[in-house]
């Protein structure tokens, strides 16, 4: 299925780095799991690219971490990452789990449905 958002979509809610140059593969990965997912009848085809649109920007996150903290002198910077939270860990992972009125992505993140039956619903 081709994607629901677009690169300048996602720019939309997320600053990347300079270093960051192509968001399909975080784009991929949240209509994947959107696919897969949050298959209810009741999400409208605007409410999955809603989805999709801050999932994408959770993953891209994840490769480019959100600044917390950054000091002057002597330099010191720490990052928004906290390991074990899956969707929980960014606040775009947070905004896509509660936009989704299935309940699914929170089911989901919350272990309820694990990876390898993710993938077995929809190979």
């Known amino acids: 299925m081709a994607h629901r958002v677009t690169a300048d979509e996602v720019k939309e809610l997320i600053d990347v780095d300079d270093s960051v140059t192509n968001l399909y593969p975080f784009i991929e990965a949240a209509n994947r799991t959107i696919n897969n997912i949050c298959t209810s009848t009741n999400l409208t085809a605007a ?3 809603e989805i999709e649109r801050w999932l994408s920007a959770h993953f891209t996150a994840i490769r480019d971490p959100l600044r917390a903290n950054e000091k002057a002198g002597p330099v010191s910077e720490s990052f928004q ?3 074990g939270l899956g969707l929980r ?10 936009l989704d009125h299935s309940g699914a992505l929170g089911r ?3 272990g309820k449905k694990t990876l390898a039956s993710m993938y077995t619903l929809n190979p």
Do not use: E
């Open 47 to 49: 409410d999955k690219k």
């Open 81 to 83: 990452y906290k390991l």
């Open 89 to 98: 860990v960014t606040t775009y992972g947070q905004q896509a789990i509660l």
């Open 108 to 110: 989901w993140a919350d």
